[in-house]
């Protein structure tokens, strides 16, 4: 389904030599926001039976990392991070610099699938030990002070030549006036992919004028669309997302791919092939992943088709994707060649 006129400006993709991992490394994109320990329970009672990496930023970052190493997490974490991240690190090469211990432990979340388009809670009525228990208490109880502060962020962005920076983040005025104030001055695209409890229209005035002041690319799926708007269906919210006053939003509608919206136009981009373990995290996954693509000058198709291919990537396995050099040359043929179909059927 295309909504609006279809695009006329594909652009090419091609493979980016990608520097060095280190402690010392240069990087181009800052990923902020939360890290989570995530154990998954699947409607039919199955689960990953282990806590795997996750949380908005590290999954994000999992989008952009999968095309360049030129990128760097700002997150604030616990002291038992290390046990499970350490490997992953390791393995991928990984800047440490932004990760900042402040508290005993990382957000652990159970998180429980409610039907099958992929909705999920963090479920509080699931069993759970004794210690899984004050593990999710902790969680709630610390997920507020953990998450990236402007300060953390400014850190990253500073005198740095930055070109985007992603931010899961709610429409809280004080923190947008301090991070916009940043943004001004160090001159970097922003992703802001909106938490769940402030898509709701209660927000809506808020939102429309974060976006107008702060927002290049914006991220949202169809059940927050639907609660910030107040709508039903992909036509209603996508003239809604079009009223805001961003440069494009990657409207992501689960199981059914993603549209691709700027004023003009809306493009619906179908899921990329490959095999399906987990879509946990495949949001922020596609997010990281258009804002790569966004400030690389892509166009919007293109855009839709890299955070898609990042989303089939996320999908294969339990928790982030874990060898980012493994999958990065597929990920870039794919790409092509979804671009090459996708500018055949609309007859550019």
């Not at 990253?156 to 001055?185: C, H, P, S």
């Not at 198709?301 to 890299?306: E, Q, T």
């Amino acid at each position: 389904m295309t909504v609006g006129k279809q695009q006329k400006n594909f652009t090419s993709i091609t493979r980016i030599e990608c520097k060095a991992g280190g402690d010392d490394m240069q990087y181009d994109y800052v990923i902020a926001g939360n890290v989570m320990l995530d154990r998954v329970i699947f409607l039919d009672g199955s689960q990953s039976g282990r806590e795997n990496i996750g949380g908005p930023a590290t999954f994000a970052y999992s989008g952009v990392r999968l095309w360049t190493d030129d990128v760097i997490q700002c997150s604030n974490v616990g002291a038992d991070w290390e046990t499970l991240f350490r490997p992953w690190i390791e393995k991928n090469h990984i800047n440490t610099e932004g990760f900042k211990i402040i508290t005993d432990r990382c957000n652990h979340s159970i998180i429980k699938y409610k039907d099958k388009s992929g909705q999920y809670a963090f479920d509080m009525e699931v069993p759970m030990t004794e210690e899984e228990y004050w593990l999710k208490n902790d969680a709630w109880q610390d997920f507020g002070y953990m998450k990236s502060s402007p300060e953390d962020i400014e850190k990253f962005t500073k005198g740095k030549n930055i070109k985007g920076v992603y931010v899961a983040q709610n429409a809280d005025r004080t923190f947008w006036r301090k991070f916009g104030e940043i943004k001004k001055r160090d001159g970097f695209k922003l992703m802001w992919e909106i938490e769940g409890p402030w898509a709701h229209i209660h927000y809506l005035n808020d939102v429309r004028e974060i976006c107008r002041d702060n927002v290049d690319i914006f991220s949202i799926n169809i059940e927050e669309a639907q609660n910030l708007f107040d709508v039903e269906g992909d036509e209603a919210c996508i003239k809604d997302l079009q009223s805001l006053d961003v440069d494009m939003t990657l409207f992501r509608v689960g199981e059914r791919g993603l549209y691709a919206v700027t004023k003009e136009e809306a493009v619906h981009l179908f899921p990329s092939p490959g095999p399906i373990v987990d879509p946990c995290g495949c949001g922020n996954t596609s997010t990281g992943s258009a804002l790569y693509a966004y400030c690389e000058g892509k166009d919007p198709v293109m855009v839709g088709i890299m955070a898609n291919v990042a989303a089939s990537m996320n999908i294969r396995q339990y928790g982030v994707i874990p060898d980012f050099e493994t999958v990065r040359n597929e990920a870039y043929s794919l790409a092509t060649e979804l671009y090459e179909k996708y500018r055949n059927r609309l007859e550019i």
